[in-house]
């Protein structure tokens, strides 16, 4: 089914990038109920599995119907490029309770026989409860699904938006959007997103998009938020097939004795751009240690580096890329 957004000339003014670890959160429950989005993460399944079955995820499933609308007020378009979980899930218990009660009765009339279920009777006939049930319902699945793995996978959401930050100001928006996925296709002023949740239409009105990768929403593209909510597209990120495989896994044994086994492993490490902190925690070094490897690794050609946001990301030059393709 077709999401079309209908830009204005403000709105390409106002199309910005975020990521959300609300928005994962979110969508990590998703993927426990939808089988066809299991197989990049069958390692990460593997890891939560006794964890997961002490959460009582019932009253967020019902809340996500398989096509249909989705509540907004559980997951709001982020408030900036690097919002923390806190930040994110204070907003959701300020949400207004009759607003959420509207958003639920929304995606409870997309579920068949949600709004006369047991669960969605109780949601709707107190919305403040609601509110806070949900909110503490999301907090205790980030704790329990995405907060032990949140560095690896805000590196990679990091490492998609600024590879596609670079992509806009190579190509601008229009040529950028079609590279983010084959969903996405241009007509006019207006941009098509197909196969997705919903069958709906939305004019941006100067409001422009939020522009989000998503580590769990693949296979899908998603359009989201009705209005107040600002609009936005949250779409798979780059690098997901190598997410969960450890390094060493992945360095070729010519390269570890060329350069040594740990600084081959941090070069190896570098599918995508990432920061000191996220590689040493992905190998399990003193952020030293990797620091000390990263600045020779550079020094040798082999990486390059830049500012973002609070950190500096290192990735491989083309010879970088060469050593680590060789077998």
Do not use: K
């Not at 593997?46 to 079955?53: G, L, Q, T």
């Not at 004795?257 to 740990?262: A, F």
């Not at 902190?277 to 020094?299: D, F, T």
């Amino acid at each position: 089914m077709p999401f079309q957004l209908h830009f204005g000339e403000s709105d390409l003014l106002r199309c910005r990038f975020a990521l959300s670890p609300l928005f994962e959160t979110q969508e990590a429950v998703r993927t426990l109920s939808r089988p066809y989005r299991h197989g990049y993460h069958l390692p990460w399944l593997r890891r939560i599995r006794e964890a997961a079955v002490t959460l009582d995820l019932e009253p967020l499933w019902l809340l996500m119907p398989d096509s249909g609308h989705n509540p907004d007020f559980i997951c709001p378009p982020p408030i900036g490029p690097l919002a923390t979980f806190e930040e994110e899930i204070a907003a959701v218990r300020a949400v207004d309770p009759e607003v959420a009660r509207a958003d639920m009765a929304l995606a409870l009339g997309d579920r068949p026989g949600g709004p006369e279920s047991a669960t969605g009777r109780r949601l709707l006939a107190d919305p403040a409860r609601a509110v806070r049930d949900l909110a503490d319902l999301l907090e205790r699945a980030w704790q329990t699904l995405i907060e032990p793995y949140w560095p690896r996978l805000r590196a990679l959401l990091e490492a998609d938006i600024a590879y596609h930050s670079r992509r806009l100001a190579d190509s601008g928006l229009e040529q950028l959007l079609g590279e983010v996925s084959p969903r996405l296709s241009w007509n006019g002023s207006t941009l098509t997103v197909t196969g997705t949740r919903g069958d709906h239409q939305r004019v941006l009105g100067g409001q422009g998009l939020v522009l989000m990768p998503s580590v769990f929403v693949w296979p899908e593209v998603v359009g989201g938020h009705e209005e107040p909510w600002q609009p936005g597209l949250i779409y798979p990120a780059r690098g997901i097939g190598g997410l969960w495989g450890e390094s060493g896994d992945r360095t070729p044994e010519t390269l570890a004795r060329l350069l040594g086994r740990v600084r081959a492993d941090v070069l190896c490490a570098l599918d995508e751009p990432a920061g000191t902190s996220v590689l040493a925690h992905r190998l399990g070094l003193a952020p030293s240690s990797v620091s000390a490897h990263l600045s020779v690794l550079r020094g040798a050609g082999l990486l390059a580096s830049r500012r973002y946001g609070h950190q500096v990301l290192y990735e491989r030059t083309p010879l970088g890329i060469a050593l680590t393709a060789s077998d």
